[in-house]
């Protein structure tokens, strides 16, 4: 398979009520787990990394490798740049063929945040990829997370509808009570705002920080237009609690048989995500 735009997704996402998982991925063996839970439960998935992740791969590396594993998979997905940081990084996601890509000027002015993403539509709109933006601020639940500052900003709707007509994005991340990282205390979504948000932008909404985020919430969140939810922590945490036990049991490891248990711990949290999306079965 050939990964499609991001917007092809969400637009289903949102007509069918369901929300389209998003997981973090940052080598062959992630993508490899990815794709292959996704072709088993019959679900269309966005693999997503960024600037966390790039200082493993280059962009035009992972790309080249999500590229040539999909080949392998029968699924519907897309390829995603999650919080780009600058115009140059999309740029260089654009050359690897990602088919959506994130600009997160979240914490600059609004004047700045709306100039650069109107640059970026301009940028990718002609190629058929899918752009999405952030208006307030997701902040970080832990120390871990890399994405976002200290605290968090909730977004407000009817500078939500504004900032979507003057950018033209198709995607926006919003902040209504979610955050980056393991929750040391249940998140409480602004459900209230979400629907606001809804009403005034029309376009699909996204959860950062989905980690944690209890099922009930979840669902209602689909409801009032959430349509890609961000999956990292656990599918990360898995892996390292994995690893660590291996290396605490005292044993040598021979890494590759190390690295396959901790996928297979990994392909368990996404097989919950895409039942916990409802995204399993729509392909």
């Known amino acids: 398979m050939k990964f499609v735009p991001m917007a092809q997704l ?3 996402a949102v007509s069918e ?47 080249a490798v999500a590229h040539a594993l999909a080949e392998h998979f029968d699924v519907v997905a897309a390829l995603h740049l999650d919080h780009g940081a600058s115009i140059a990084m999309v740029r260089d996601c654009l050359a690897a063929n990602y088919t959506s890509v994130m600009l997160d000027y979240s914490t600059r002015p609004w004047a700045e945040n709306i100039e650069a993403l109107r640059q970026v539509v301009a940028l990718t709109h002609p190629r058929g ?18 994405e976002s500052g200290e605290q ?50 029309r376009i699909p909404l996204v959860l950062h920080g989905g980690s944690g985020t209890p099922e009930a919430d979840l669902r209602r969140a689909i409801s009032l237009g959430i349509a890609k ?23 040598e490891l021979w890494i590759p048989m190390a690295q396959a248990k901790a996928m297979e711990a990994m392909s368990k949290v996404v097989e919950k995500w895409f039942h916990m999306t409802q995204a399993a079965g729509r392909i």
Request: aromatic residues 6%; charged residues 20%; negative net charge.
């Open 10 to 12: 969400l637009r289903r």
């Open 17 to 63: 009520g369901y929300a389209v998982p998003s997981f973090c991925v940052w080598n062959a063996e992630s993508i490899e787990v990815v794709l292959r839970v996704a072709a088993k439960l019959k679900a269309p998935v966005i693999l997503m990394n960024g600037p966390g992740e790039f200082g493993l791969l280059a962009p035009r590396d992972l790309g």
């Open 129 to 146: 990829v899918t752009v999405e933006g952030e208006l307030g601020m997701i902040g970080r639940a832990d120390e871990v997370s890399v």
């Open 152 to 201: 968090s900003t909730l977004t407000d709707p009817e500078m939500a509808g504004v900032f979507v007509r003057e950018t033209g994005i198709d995607a926006l991340a919003v902040s209504i009570g979610n955050a980056h990282g393991f929750y040391t205390k249940l998140p409480q979504l602004d459900f209230e705002r979400l629907a606001k948000l809804q009403a005034a932008t």
């Open 229 to 251: 939810v961000n999956v990292a922590t656990e599918a990360i945490a898995a892996v390292r609690q994995t690893l660590l036990e291996q290396w605490n049991a005292g044993k």
